[in-house]
C-alpha cells in the first residue's frame, strides 16, 4: 500500500474484516417420524427425542362460530420427579382426560435399556401425574427418559407430535432470584441537591413494582438487594417534599415548597413545579441555559426516555424528533409531563394501585391506552398535571421500604415472600479496598496503580454501615450480602463472616476460577458452596467462620437482562423455564440450587414489546408458581434453601455440609476479573487520586466515625463535619465511579461527565468538610486533591492550506467531509481496504445470536448491516450503527454478498484500540438493544508505536466474545504489515 506525507505522522490503517454466521444455521434433527412407532418405543430404540423447547408453547385457541380450529399437536415439554419416587409429566396443552389417565400409555426407561413401570396415571391440568412401581430401584448411576404413547391426542384429537414424545426425567431444582436495586450516590453534599432524577425515576417504576408484583404471586419467591444509596436517597425526597403534599387533592403546595426546598431535591423536580418557559419569549421568559440542558440539551433530559420505552408514548418521539429549535412552550409542558409519565409503573397508568400505607395511585384518568399498549395524553399538558405527578411520585416514594417490608421473607419465622439483602454501604469494590494489587491476580497483563490504594479497614466500615441501614429500615439485620459487582475475594470472607452475615453471592466466573481446573462436581454453579477466613482445606477446627456463597448462573442471568429484550414475553417465559428445568438433577439424585441474579431496575428499560417487562415478569412469576405446585421448579429465597422451610417442602442446607471452596478467587461478575473498574490508564489516575485524599483524611488526626453509630446531630460540629468527611470519601469509594471511567463502559446518553463530577465532587466535599473541622480545632487544613486527567497525547490539529475546503456542518465532532484534504484528517493514510481471506462456510463458527437476539439480522436472515464501534473519532465514539462495514465488493471488499464485512479506519500509531460490533440497520442509530454482539465487554488491539509500516488488519468473528473483557477474540488473528497486494 503506498504511503502519503501524512503517514509519517504516526498514523496507520486499521482493516477489519468479520465472517458472519448465520443465525438459525447449524441443522438438527428433522421432523419426520420415519421409524417411529406409533405405540411406545420398542426397548431397542434408545435415540434421545429432539430438543422440544424450540417449540411454540401452546395452541392457538379454537373459535367457535365458524374460526380457526385447533391443528396443532401437543407435546410432552418435560418430566420431572420432587421425591425421586413419581414423575410428573408436563404437556405443551391439557390431553384427552381418558386416553391421559392410562398407564400403559407411559415408559420409564434407564439409559440401560430397564425399564419402571408405571402403576397410575393422574392428569391435571397440563400435567400428568404418574405412580412408579415402588419396588423397581432407581438406579441414580443411570439417567432415565419418559417416553410417551403416539396414540395420546388432545381434546380436539390432535396425536402427540412425534418429535415431542420423550423427554429425560429430572428432579426438583431449587431457583433463587435474586434482584440488584441500586443507583449511584448523587447526592450533592455540599449544595444539598440531587445531581441526577434516576433515584426518583427508578421509585416510581422499579423500587416499587418490583416488590409489588409479587405479592400477586404469593408463591413466588425470590430476593431483593435494596442498596443503602437507593434507601437513603429515598428519604431525602420523602422527608422534604411530603409535608407540602395534599394527598386528598394529590397536588403539592409548590409555593411553600420551592420556598424551602428549591435547589435540594433535584433540578427536574423543581422544574415541573415552576413555570414552563417560552422559547419565543411571548407567553413566558425564554429557557435559561441551565433549562436547555434540563429539558432538552443536557446528558440527562426530560429526552432520558429509552427509544424502547418511547415507543409506547408516541407523542415523547414527536418530541424527541422534533428539531429542538422549533419547541413551543406547550412542546415544553408536554415534555416534562410525558417524562414523568414514561417513568411511572404500568400499572399506575392502568389504575388504581392500592399502597401499602393506605394510599392509591391511579394515573389512568391521564393517558389513554389503545389496543397495541401505546398510550398519549387523554388532554392536554398542564401545569396543574405536572404538580399532580410530583405529588403521586411522593406517595410511590413513600412506600418503597414499606412495601418490601411488608413482603420482607423471615429467615427465623419463614414468613414472607422477598428475602432482603444487603449491600456494602456506599456500594464499593471490596476486594479493591483491601488492595487494587488483588487485580493482579486475574489481569496480569494491565497496569495497576502503583502504589496501590490499600485501606482494608474500609471494606470492614461499609460492610457495617451497610448492616446497620439494613436494621435499622427493617428491623432485623439481613441474612445475606450481594457484594457491589459480585466482587469477592478470600481476603474479604472474613469481613463477612465477622459481620454475621449467613451468604454473599458471586458470579460463575468466579467459581470456575477459584476452582483452579480441579474438576467440581456435576453442575457446580447450580448448587450452594462454602467459604471461611482461613486458607487451609476444612474448617481448621473452627466452623464459626463458615458463610455459603451461591454463584449467579451467567448465561440464565444475562439472558433476562440482554437476549429477551427483543422476544415476546411469552416465547422467553418458554425459553427461561426450559433453561432452568435443563440444569435440574437426574432423576433420583439430590436437588439443585440455580441462582439467577442481576439488575432490576435498568434492564427493563429496552424491553421492546412490552412496556416495563410487566408482562414477561408477571407471567415469569405465574409459571413458576405452576411450576413449584407440580414440583418442576421451587422458587426460594436463598436463606430460605440454606435453612429450610417445611411448610413449602425446602429441606434445610446447613452450611458447613456444603461443599468448600479454598481459595476463593478474587474476580467480580463480569470476566472473573476488575477490568471494568481498574487498569485504563483514567480508572488508574482516578484509584490513584482516591488514595491520595484517603490517606490524606487518615492522616489529618479526625477520627472515622462508628460505622453502626447515626450521623451527630449537630452538622456543624466538629463531629458533624468529619463525619461528612469521612462519609464523603466512603462515597467516592463506589464501584460505579470507575465502572463509568476509561473507554470500556459508556453511558446511554454517550455522556459520562455527570458521573466523573459526581467522583471529583466527593473529593472536593471530603477536603471542605475535613478543613471546616480542622478548623475549629486549630489544626492544619488538608491541602487540595488535584486528581488531574491522565495524561493523553500531543493534540495534531489540521492545517492547511486545505483544497477543497473543509465542509462545516453544524456538528460538534468533524465528520470524514470535513477534513480530506491533504494534511488533514481522513487522508493521512491513503484509503484503501486489505482483502481478508477469513471465511466461514462450516457453520462451525459462533451465531451472531450467542448472547443476545439480533434484531435485524444481516443477509441471508435478514437485511440488516455490520456496523463497528468503539474509543476513536473514526469508529463512531461507542454509538452504535453508526459507522458502517461492507460487504458489497466495492471500494475493496473482495466479494459482494460472502457474509465477510470489511472497513479501513486511519488510527494513531500506539493506540489501544478498543471496540465492537453491532447489526442492524441505519435507523438503529445509538440503540444496543438487540444490535450489539455481546453485553458487557469489547474487543480490544493495541497497534505497536513502532510499527514499521501503515497497515494492521484485524480478522474478528461476529460474537466471539473475548475474556477478558478488552482483549481480543478467541477467533480474532491480528496481522501487521499483511503482505497481502491490493
Known amino acids: 500500500m503506498r504511503r502519503t506525507d501524512g503517514s509519517a505522522r504516526g498514523f496507520a490503517l486499521v482493516a477489519c474484516a468479520l465472517a458472519l454466521r448465520s443465525a438459525g444455521c447449524g441443522g438438527g434433527a428433522g421432523g419426520s417420524a420415519e421409524g417411529v412407532s406409533a405405540d411406545l418405543p420398542p426397548e431397542a430404540a434408545g435415540e434421545p427425542g429432539p430438543d422440544v423447547a424450540e417449540h411454540p408453547a401452546a395452541d392457538p385457541a379454537t373459535e367457535e362460530g365458524g374460526g380457526p380450529s385447533d391443528t396443532t399437536p401437543p407435546r410432552l415439554l418435560a418430566a420431572f420427579s420432587r421425591d425421586g419416587k413419581g414423575v410428573t409429566a408436563r404437556f405443551s396443552e391439557p390431553l384427552d382426560p381418558a386416553e391421559a389417565a392410562q398407564a400403559a400409555s407411559y415408559s420409564v426407561r434407564g439409559s440401560n435399556g430397564a425399564t419402571v413401570p408405571v402403576l397410575s396415571a393422574v392428569p391435571d391440568d397440563r400435567h400428568v401425574r404418574l405412580a412408579l412401581d415402588p419396588g423397581t430401584p432407581i438406579d441414580t448411576a443411570l439417567s432415565y427418559e419418559l417416553w410417551v404413547a403416539a396414540t395420546l391426542s388432545d381434546p380436539a384429537g390432535n396425536a402427540m407430535d412425534p418429535a415431542a414424545r420423550s423427554a429425560p426425567i429430572r428432579g426438583t431444582v431449587h431457583l433463587a432470584i435474586v434482584w440488584h436495586q441500586h443507583q449511584s450516590w448523587m447526592l450533592d453534599a455540599a449544595r444539598d441537591e440531587m445531581t441526577s432524577p434516576w433515584i426518583r425515576k427508578h421509585a416510581t417504576r422499579d423500587f416499587y413494582g418490583m416488590a409489588a408484583m409479587a405479592a400477586d404471586h404469593p408463591d413466588m419467591h425470590m430476593a431483593i438487594a435494596l442498596t443503602p444509596p437507593v434507601t437513603a436517597q429515598l428519604q431525602v425526597y420523602v422527608d422534604r417534599i411530603g409535608p407540602f403534599v395534599d394527598r386528598t387533592a394529590n397536588r403539592v403546595d409548590a409555593g411553600a415548597f420551592l420556598a424551602k426546598w428549591k435547589g435540594h431535591t433535584d433540578p427536574w423536580l423543581d422544574v415541573l413545579l415552576l413555570p414552563t418557559p417560552d422559547p419565543s419569549g411571548t407567553e413566558a421568559a425564554p429557557p435559561t441555559e441551565r433549562e436547555k440542558d434540563l429539558y432538552w440539551a443536557g446528558p440527562w433530559r426530560f429526552l432520558s426516555v429509552s427509544a424502547q420505552t418511547a415507543a409506547f408514548f408516541p407523542e415523547i418521539e414527536a418530541l ?16 416534562k409531563v410525558l417524562f414523568e409519565l414514561a417513568w411511572f409503573d404500568p400499572s399506575f397508568l392502568d389504575g388504581p394501585v392500592a399502597l401499602p400505607d393506605g394510599g392509591t395511585v391511579d394515573l389512568s384518568d391521564v393517558v389513554e391506552k389503545d389496543a397495541t399498549g401505546r398510550y398519549t395524553l387523554a388532554a392536554p399538558a398542564s401545569e396543574d398535571l405536572a404538580n399532580r405527578l410530583v405529588a403521586e411520585s411522593w406517595e410511590v416514594m413513600a412506600n418503597v421500604a414499606a412495601v418490601h417490608r411488608a413482603l420482607r421473607y423471615d429467615p427465623d419465622a419463614r414468613t414472607g415472600q422477598i428475602e432482603l439483602v444487603t449491600t456494602p454501604y456506599h456500594h464499593p469494590l471490596l476486594p479493591l479496598l483491601v488492595s487494587t494489587d488483588l487485580a493482579a491476580a486475574s489481569d496480569p497483563w494491565s497496569d495497576l496503580p502503583d502504589p496501590p ?53 458471586s458470579d460463575e466466573r468466579v467459581l470456575e476460577r477459584s476452582l483452579a481446573g480441579r474438576p467440581g462436581p456435576s453442575g457446580s454453579v447450580s448448587q450452594a458452596w462454602r467459604v471461611d477466613a482461613d486458607r487451609v482445606q476444612g474448617d481448621g477446627g473452627d466452623a464459626s467462620d463458615d458463610v455459603a456463597i451461591v454463584f449467579r448462573d451467567t448465561s440464565l442471568s444475562n439472558d433476562i437482562g440482554f437476549a429477551y429484550q427483543g422476544l415476546e414475553p411469552e416465547d422467553s417465559i418458554e425459553r427461561f423455564l426450559s433453561s432452568v428445568a435443563e440444569r435440574a438433577p437426574g432423576f433420583g439424585r439430590p436437588d439443585r440450587l440455580v441462582t439467577v441474579l442481576l439488575d432490576g431496575c435498568c434492564a427493563w428499560e429496552s424491553y421492546v414489546h412490552d412496556l416495563g417487562a410487566r408482562r414477561f415478569l408477571h407471567g415469569l412469576y405465574a409459571a413458576l408458581s405452576e411450576a413449584r405446585a407440580a414440583g418442576e421448579i421451587v422458587p426460594v429465597t436463598v436463606a430460605e434453601y440454606l435453612l429450610g422451610n417445611p411448610a413449602r417442602g425446602v429441606a434445610a442446607h446447613p452450611v458447613h455440609d456444603l461443599p468448600e471452596i479454598e481459595p476463593l478467587w478474587a474476580g467480580s461478575w463480569i470476566g472473573g476479573d476488575f477490568s471494568v473498574w481498574i487498569g485504563e490508564p483514567e480508572e488508574n489516575a482516578w484509584w490513584s487520586c482516591l488514595r491520595e485524599a484517603r490517606a490524606a483524611l487518615g492522616q489529618s488526626g479526625l477520627p472515622a466515625p462508628d460505622p453502626l453509630a447515626a450521623a451527630p446531630a449537630d452538622p456543624a460540629s466538629v463531629e458533624g463535619l468529619a463525619w461528612r468527611a469521612w462519609d464523603s470519601i466512603w462515597a467516592a469509594e463506589a464501584s460505579d465511579w470507575f465502572w463509568w471511567a476509561g473507554n470500556d463502559m459508556m453511558s446511554i446518553a454517550a455522556d459520562d461527565t455527570p458521573f466523573e463530577s459526581m467522583f471529583r465532587l466527593h473529593l472536593a466535599t471530603m477536603v471542605e468538610s475535613a478543613n471546616a473541622a480542622l478548623a475549629l480545632l486549630g489544626k492544619p487544613a488538608i491541602p487540595a486533591i488535584a486528581c488531574a486527567a491522565p495524561p493523553a497525547g500531543p493534540a495534531r490539529p489540521p492545517s492547511g492550506p486545505f483544497d477543497p475546503p473543509p465542509v462545516i456542518d453544524g456538528q460538534m465532532l468533524p465528520g470524514e467531509s470535513e477534513w480530506t484534504a491533504l494534511g488533514g484528517k481522513a487522508d493521512d493514510v491513503e484509503h484503501g481496504l486489505l482483502p481478508p481471506s477469513m471465511r466461514d462456510a462450516s457453520g462451525s463458527a459462533v451465531p451472531l445470536d450467542a448472547f443476545v437476539p439480533i434484531v435485524n439480522p444481516p443477509p441471508p436472515g435478514g437485511n440488516g448491516i455490520v456496523f463497528v464501534t468503539g474509543n476513536q473519532d473514526v469508529l463512531g465514539q461507542w454509538t452504535p450503527n453508526l459507522v458502517a462495514l461492507r460487504d458489497d465488493g466495492e471500494a475493496g471488499d473482495a466479494n459482494a454478498g460472502d457474509r465477510v464485512w470489511t472497513g479501513a479506519f486511519p488510527i494513531e500509531r500506539g493506540t489501544e484500540v478498543r471496540y465492537k460490533y453491532t447489526a442492524g440497520l441505519p435507523s438503529d442509530e445509538g440503540k444496543w438493544a438487540g444490535t450489539e454482539e455481546f453485553p458487557l465487554a469489547e474487543r480490544g488491539v493495541l497497534l505497536p508505536a513502532d510499527l514499521p509500516c501503515n497497515a494492521v488488519r484485524v480478522r474478528d468473528v461476529f460474537a466471539d466474545r473475548p475474556s477478558p473483557s478488552g482483549a481480543a477474540g478467541p477467533a480474532t488473528v491480528v496481522t501487521i504489515c499483511p503482505a497481502v497486494p491490493m
Open 320 to 335: 424527541r424528533d422534533k428539531a429542538h429549535s422549533q419547541y413551543t412552550r406547550d412542546d415544553l409542558l408536554a415534555l
Open 453 to 505: 490504594f490499600a485501606f482494608p479497614e474500609d471494606a470492614v466500615a461499609q460492610v457495617a454501615r451497610g448492616i446497620r441501614h439494613y436494621a435499622d429500615l427493617h428491623g432485623a439485620p439481613p441474612a445475606g450480602l450481594w457484594p457491589p459487582e459480585g466482587a469477592v475475594a478470600e481476603e474479604v470472607v472474613g469481613v463477612v463472616a465477622d459481620a454475621g452475615l449467613l451468604w454473599l453471592a
